[in-house]
């Protein structure tokens, strides 16, 4: 029987990937997103609210994964600004619920934090340097990690920087923007 993987935020670039590769492991993949993608034709999936407590809980407990990836996010800074409230509940309290459930499911949970906890000032950071974020989606990244791991002492957090590639669903992708740029300009001429 394979291992089962659950990625909230699963539509996403870094999601999309993940599962990809996941499956390719031979992992069985469940991704939450807020809608089904075509290009990941074999993993699960299932609209979940993750602001929803209760909605997050019955889908671990119905699932029982051996392991969980925190994806979801409020990670557009000028959103996250506007939209504190929408920002927090993702970024934070959901974390935290999906810790928890994992912990109570002895289930491995990796929750994706961002570099943005800090300031940049000191060019290099290490793991136990402190956080000093410059924008809200940053505070609220630092924020959630603290639930996270109270939850789940064995929770993983990660504190990714600049992420390039392709995108195999959608998602915020450079690379795949300035390839979008590129080509219309070769056939612009």
Same mark, same amino acid.
């Given at each position: ?10 539509? /996403? ?36 609210? &993750?602001?929803?407590? =209760?909605? &997050? ?39 935290? &619920? ?14 994706? =934090?961002?570099?943005?906890?800090? =300031?940049?000032?000191? %060019? ?13 989606? /940053? ?14 002492? %064995? ?9 390039? %590639? ?6 915020? =992708? ?16």
């Amino acid at each position: 029987m394979k291992s089962t993987l659950v990625v909230f935020g699963g539509g /996403g670039f870094i999601g999309g990937n993940l599962c990809t590769i996941a499956l390719r492991g031979g992992w069985q993949v469940l991704t939450s997103s807020r809608r089904q993608h075509a290009a990941i034709p074999a993993a699960r999936w299932r609209q979940v609210d &993750v602001t929803d407590a =209760s909605a &997050v809980q019955r889908l671990l407990a119905e699932e029982r994964p051996e392991a969980v990836v925190d994806l979801a996010a409020v990670a557009d800074i000028d959103r996250a600004q506007s939209e504190r409230e929408a920002a927090r509940a993702v970024n934070v309290e959901a974390a935290r &619920v999906m810790a928890q459930a994992c912990a109570e499911l002895g289930a491995a949970f990796l929750y994706l =934090s961002s570099d943005a906890v800090f =300031s940049g000032a000191a %060019g290099e950071y290490r793991e136990e340097d402190p956080v000093e974020p410059v924008n809200y989606y /940053g505070e609220t990244k630092a924020e959630g990690e603290r639930p996270v791991l109270a939850a789940h002492p %064995g929770a993983a957090v990660v504190r990714i920087s600049l992420a390039l %590639g392709f995108p195999v669903t959608d998602g915020n =992708s450079f690379l795949a923007a300035l390839d979008g740029t590129d080509r219309a300009r070769r056939q612009d001429r």
